[in-house]
């Protein structure tokens, strides 16, 4: 079993940052790849970023590459998003989650989920 407990959403102008935190506990933690995923208001979970088990290889998705960064201290159990030049189109529910098997980019392949953060960025 892994626990996951996102934090650091918040209401941020457009244009600003933000740097979402999630906490895993789980003596494995090292071993997992992670990833970000979204969800607004009426649509569909989608997926942001994700992290290998050693930082080495990071995927993005379309719509944030250049603005965010995912990052992981394994000695913390911890990973990151630093979301930069938000936009209004960002704002959701902010989930972080460990992969089990399958495609990156589908949330069903990921096993365990947190609860989520929101972050809301006004025009």
């Known amino acids: 079993q892994v626990q996951l407990v996102e934090s650091g959403g918040g209401l941020v102008q457009a244009g600003g940052s933000l740097r979402l935190s999630c906490a895993a506990s789980?003596?494995?933690?090292?071993?997992?790849?992670m990833g970000w995923f979204r969800q607004a208001p009426g649509k569909e979970r989608e997926f942001v970023a994700a992290?290998?088990?050693?930082?080495?290889?990071?995927n993005y998705a379309d719509s944030v590459k250049g603005r965010f960064t995912v990052s992981r201290d394994n000695a913390k159990n911890t990973v990151y998003l630093d979301m930069n030049s938000l936009k209004p189109e960002d704002t959701a529910v902010y989930y972080c989650?460990?992969?089990?098997?399958?495609?990156?980019?589908?949330?069903?392949?990921?096993?365990?989920w947190g609860q989520g953060t929101q972050v809301t960025v006004s025009s």
């Open positions: 789980g003596r494995t933690f090292s071993t997992y790849t």
């Open positions: 989650a460990v992969r089990g098997g399958g495609p990156l980019k589908q949330s069903p392949t990921y096993d365990y």
């Open positions: 992290i290998s088990w050693s930082g080495g290889s990071r």
